[in-house]
C-alpha cells in the first residue's frame, strides 16, 4: 500500500514491522466510518489514514487530505497515485484561524513528520514556509458536503 517507506524513520518501521500506524487512531476511525462518508485527514503526513479510511468509505465516500510539508506531500502524493484510490483530494496546504502564510520548524532530533510553528527550545535544522487557510476556507473552496470524521494531528497546534 505504501511506496515512499523509509526504514530509518520509527514512523515508517512501525508501519513495516507491526502493520499498523497509531493504533488508537485507527481503532476510532474502523469504528465510525462507513462506506458513502467522508473523512479528512488533517496532518495527513505520508498517507497511513488517507490510505486506510479511503478502502473503509469505500468508492462513494471521499478523503480529503491536509498535508504542510513538502517532502511528507510528495510521499503522500507517489503513495495515493500506487494506491489506485480515486475518492482521495490532496492539498499541500496548512490549516489556521486565518489565511496566512507560515514558516514551520523541523528539528534536528526528531524525524521528518514533525514540525511545529514555535521553535519549542529545540535545534532547527530547517524552516519550511507554506501557505495556511481556515478549515472553513477549504471545505467551501473544494466543496466538500457534510463530515463525518476529522483526523486532526498537527504537531500540538491542534
Not at 500500500?1 to 513495516?16: A, H, I, N, R
Not at 465516500?61 to 507517489?78: K, N
Not at 511545529?116 to 481556515?134: G, H, K, N, W
Request: glycine fraction near 8%; include cysteine; hydrophobic fraction near 40%.
Amino acid at each position: 500500500m505504501f511506496l515512499s517507506c523509509d526504514l530509518k524513520d520509527y514512523l515508517y518501521q512501525e508501519l513495516f514491522f507491526v502493520g499498523l500506524h497509531e493504533i488508537d487512531v485507527d481503532w476510532m476511525c474502523e469504528r465510525l466510518l462507513e462506506p458513502g462518508d467522508t473523512f479528512v485527514d488533517i496532518g495527513a503526513c505520508f498517507g497511513y489514514h488517507t490510505l486506510t479510511n479511503a478502502r473503509r468509505v469505500g468508492p462513494r465516500g471521499r478523503v480529503y487530505a491536509i498535508e504542510p510539508q513538502p517532502d511528507m506531500f510528495a510521499a503522500l502524493l507517489e503513495n495515493a497515485k500506487h494506491s489506485g484510490m480515486i475518492n482521495i483530494d490532496l492539498a499541500n496546504i496548512a490549516l489556521s484561524d486565518r489565511d496566512e502564510r507560515l514558516n514551520l520548524h523541523r528539528f534536528s532530533d526528531l524525524g521528518p513528520g514533525h514540525t511545529s510553528i514555535a521553535r519549542l527550545q529545540r535545534m532547527v535544522s530547517e524552516v519550511l514556509s507554506c501557505d495556511a487557510f481556515t478549515l472553513d476556507e477549504h471545505i467551501a473552496q473544494k466543496g466538500i458536503g457534510p463530515v463525518t470524521l476529522i483526523k486532526l494531528d498537527v504537531e500540538g497546534s491542534e
